[in-house]
């Protein structure tokens, strides 16, 4: 099979612990674009948090593209949106109204700018420390947002974040999405919206059969992309679920997981 499309998550994906993209793993995603594979970097962060890696594998000059907020926002080689889809804004204060209550972070994003309520727990700093963003506490998220909205992301305890999933499941499950992205990350989207989503939109825009598209994760938010792709790719430190459901599981992103695959099914080296 002659792949012609790679989809890499970000975060304990293509990064390691250290947050850095190893010369192995760099030098194997630049091959393979050398050979006419595109290149996709997908993530649920804003997309200002996602161009800096797309830059950096050299994206822009061969021809691929990006996906942000879950595939909420798909970016062309200029930073120009492709496709991008809302939240209704109906259901901002309904949704806020189960999270008053809670301990755990509320955060929205505007433009490069990251808002949040004022609670604050041991999570609460992960997504602007690692996007490189400051964050702005506001009093009321839902009397404060005025403007269109990708997502809202819930950051808190993992126990508690299961309960919160629970209780807006009940309620809005099938006018949303509703998902853990790390186990300390909950992500409430519009309906539909899913990182499997975005890669078959990339690969129609694309004129690749999705089939002939390879996806790498590691969580939960990667699982519809894992299998949707023609061959779908665990890290060796995935998630369990995602273990699950994937053709193949590679290295862990501290060993270079991704160039063992790459090496495999694209150069096809022994490794």
């Known amino acids: 099979m002659k792949y012609k499309l790679i989809a890499v998550d970000i975060d304990d994906t293509l990064l390691n612990r250290e947050k850095k993209i190893t010369e192995r793993t760099k030098a194997a995603l630049l091959r393979a674009q050398s050979e006419g594979v595109k290149l996709v970097v997908a993530s649920g962060r804003l997309p200002y948090g ?14 691929g593209c990006y996906m942000g907020f879950n595939g909420g926002a798909i970016l062309d080689l200029n930073g120009n949106l492709i496709d991008s889809t809302y939240l209704d804004s ?16 509320t955060m929205v994003h505007k433009g490069d700018s990251i808002f949040c309520d004022r609670k604050v727990n041991d999570y609460t700093h992960i997504e602007p420390d ?20 990708h997502k809202i992301l819930i950051s808190g305890e993992p126990d508690e974040l299961k309960s919160i999933e629970t209780q807006l499941l009940e309620k809005f499950g099938a006018e949303l999405d509703i998902y853990l992205s790390a186990p300390w990350f909950l992500e409430v989207m519009p309906k ?6 975005g890669l078959s939109k990339i690969c129609a825009h694309e004129g690749i059969d999705i089939g ?13 992309m894992i299998k949707a792709a023609g061959l779908g790719i665990a890290m060796g430190n995935a998630e369990d679920e995602l273990k699950a459901v994937a053709d193949y599981v590679t290295g862990d992103c501290d060993n270079d997981g991704i160039a063992e695959a790459i090496e495999k099914f694209i150069f096809n080296e022994r490794v």
């Open 192 to 197: 539909g919206i899913s990182k499997g989503i």
């Open 212 to 224: 002939e598209a390879i996806a790498f994760g590691d969580s939960f938010n990667d699982i519809t």
């Open 50 to 63: 996602v161009r800096p890696y797309a830059e950096a594998l050299m994206i822009p000059q061969n021809g």
């Open 130 to 149: 690692v996007i490189g963003l400051p964050m702005t506490p506001v009093d009321d998220i839902a009397q404060f947002v005025d403007w269109k909205l």
């Open 90 to 105: 109906k259901y901002i204060e309904p949704v806020y109204s189960i999270l008053r209550p809670t301990n755990a972070t």
